[in-house]
């Protein structure tokens, strides 16, 4: 057995430890580019499987709600294969997901296609839930936001690729179709709309290669594996005398803030090429919205890089962001046009530092809970399948513009946390010091 060594800072400046950071910038890169598939799929998936805003949003719910069920077999999961090998795992699942996309495309039934998703997002919970706390801990909390606002770079660089490339291909055309449409006879418009589902089946061909290719990679890594079940108790670690999960108020409602922190970012890159649509926007100009919001993210983690904990601390830019938040929304609801959709699409910038804080001061001190405590983390995702899902319910209701109401009091929440709710429970600020076997 090899002698089991901390992953200080120190060690992460080495050479040999450059390569972890790569690896899982890459799986980051994955994340953002499936999951912001999703802003094209729900207008794609209005026209070609003709649908209302309602049923349209269940694009989102059925990728996210998989967060939720998944969370706690990927516990499981970690703690039979490890970190790396469940990463190869997460691919392996994402690329079935995929491959159910393409029967969903040849029959261009909805409910098959809300399958794939699913599968997707079970995938996607499974990696996320072993590398983000991967990245967390390897290395010192008080700048995990940091590391974490370096993995978001590759993130959001592929969530305003994905929706361009996806768009492109998709939506080429699509606001003539809809007035085409219009005048087809039922044989004729039931084949103009097989053509628009078969058009998917390309790009999600493509995306199944990649993910295979990478599990492999990931598989037959030098990864080195983190023991989150050995602590270092000298360091006077919070889950030194803690039996249970539910021992740590700061992580339960952490739960909670991330539940309405993914529910905003998923509600503002989702619905804002559909809210450009409904205002009588072009989708071939509203495709761009969604990476708007996206460029807006990016800026915002390299001022995380830059400035965290060195000028401002993790607190501080959740609470700054929950502000700028509630802000944008306002502007958003009380104007009209192009100023509303950009200040939707600003909300990127509000979103970005978020996750970034949010998880590092959600998981401090957790230890050997750690695994345990980052899949109830990741059923906070889930928050991305609902909060579409009323805000579609809403715009139905109401009408687009007015359904973002539904954004107020999520900033509202996540401000709190930033405030107060983050330090429920913690009496020390010293944090666990994981071991890399």
Not at 71 to 91: C, D, E, I, V, Y
């Amino acid at each position: 057995m090899s002698k089991a060594i901390h992953a200080s800072s120190t060690e992460l400046t080495k050479p040999a430890s450059i390569s972890p950071i790569y690896i899982i910038g890459a799986l980051f890169f994955v994340f953002g580019f499936i999951t912001w598939l999703n802003s094209v799929l729900i207008p794609y998936l209005k026209i070609a499987c003709q649908l209302n805003n309602l049923e349209a949003f269940f694009v989102a719910f059925a990728f996210y709600i998989a967060y939720l069920v998944m969370a706690l077999p990927s516990t499981w999961l970690l703690n039979k294969m490890g970190f790396k090998n469940g990463m190869a795992a997460g691919l392996v699942i994402i690329g079935i997901g995929a491959v159910i996309f393409i029967p969903a495309a040849l029959t261009r039934f909805y409910l098959l296609f809300l399958l794939g998703l699913f599968v997707q997002g079970a995938g996607l919970a499974i990696l996320q839930s072993a590398s983000n706390p991967y990245i967390t801990i390897l290395g010192p909390i008080e700048s995990a936001a940091k590391r974490i606002s370096i993995m978001g770079i590759f993130n959001k660089v592929a969530a305003g690729i994905a929706p361009i490339i996806l768009g492109t291909i998709t939506l080429k055309d699509a606001d003539q179709l809809k007035v085409k449409l219009l005048k087809l006879s039922p044989f004729e418009k039931q084949a103009e709309l097989t053509t628009l589902a078969h058009k998917v089946i390309l790009p999600y061909t493509a995306i199944i290669v990649v993910l295979l290719i990478l599990a492999v990679a990931i598989y037959y890594s030098t990864l080195p594996e983190i023991d989150t079940n050995k602590e270092d108790v000298t360091e006077g670690a919070l889950a030194a005398n803690k039996t249970s999960i539910f021992q740590f108020p700061h992580l339960l409602l952490g739960v909670l803030t991330i539940f309405f922190y993914v529910g905003v970012e998923v509600l503002a890159g989702d619905s804002v090429i559909n809210y450009a649509s409904s205002i009588g926007i072009p989708l071939t100009t509203a495709k761009f919205f969604a990476t708007c919001t996206f460029s807006g993210m990016l800026a915002g983690y390299v001022v995380g890089i830059i400035c965290i904990p060195k000028y401002f601390t993790q607190q501080s830019a959740l609470k700054v962001s929950a502000i700028i938040g509630v802000i944008f929304s306002l502007i958003a609801i009380f104007t009209h046009g192009y100023v509303s959709v950009f200040f939707i699409a600003f909300l990127g910038i509000a979103n970005s530092l978020m996750w970034p804080a949010l998880w590092p001061l959600a998981i401090s001190g957790l230890g050997k809970f750690t695994k345990m405590g980052s899949s109830l983390l990741i059923m906070g995702v889930a928050g991305g399948g609902v909060m579409p899902v009323l805000y579609g319910f809403l715009s139905d209701k109401f009408n687009s513009r007015e359904a973002y109401w539904i954004l107020i009091p999520c900033y509202l929440v996540i401000f709190y946390y930033a405030v107060k709710g983050h330090k429920a429970g913690i009496n020390s600020n010293k944090a666990i010091s994981p071991i890399i076997s």
